[in-house]
């Protein structure tokens, strides 16, 4: 166990919806990254957040959004969702954004768009 | 974007040394290089980080050349339970993004 918890484990969902995960960081980690999954695209960065700023950006799509709220929990919002969407969205979180932090990742969220 | 690309899988057997390469030809002066291993349908597990030539700890090792385009991380003596997919990790020198390899399924056989 990571200690990172995310919600929902599961999502099934319409195209065109829009949806929530959300993602609990370690104790005393102030970082939280957001990555993608899928067959087709692998593990593909997509945001990061320290301390509640935004940090780095990846390969988000606009249809994606992300924030880190005061008590450090952050929430990814996927919006008009596309069959493509479906994947495994992972967060993780380390202490600090220096280079050289280990982070440590949450099970994951599995999303299906029918 | 860098390219950070992996061998797509290697098989080994109980009690042997594997050693997987991760190419990065453009990674950021500043970054780290980090390797994780992950499970079906399980978030990637730290394995092991470096900056430069050798790290080692109780579970793997790390090799970084000079250069710092590539690095190996070496299995000793691995397992069933080291079956898995391998990837390395490393920030992208134009972008400062964080990019992910591209993968290696290392399958071990008793």
Known sequence: ?114 | LAKTTQPISMDSYEGQEVNITCSHNNIATNDYITWYQQFPSQGPRFIIQGYKTKVTNEVASLFIPADRKSSTLSLPRVSLSDTAVYYCLVGDGNTDKLIFGTGTRLQVFP
């Open chain 1, 1 to 114: 166990d990571s200690g990172v918890t995310q919600t929902p484990k599961h999502l099934i969902t319409a195209t065109g919806q829009r949806v929530t995960l959300r993602c609990s960081p370690r104790s005393g980690d102030l970082s939280v990254y957001w990555y993608q999954q899928s067959l087709d695209q692998g593990l593909q960065f997509l945001i990061q957040y320290y301390n509640g700023e935004e940090r780095a950006k990846g390969n988000i799509l606009e249809r994606f959004s992300a924030q880190q709220f005061p008590d450090l929990h952050s929430e990814l919002n996927l919006s008009s969702l596309e069959l493509g969407d479906s994947a495994l969205y992972f967060c993780a979180s380390s202490v600090t954004s220096g280079g050289g932090e280990t982070q440590y990742f949450g099970p994951g969220t599995r999303l299906l768009v029918l």
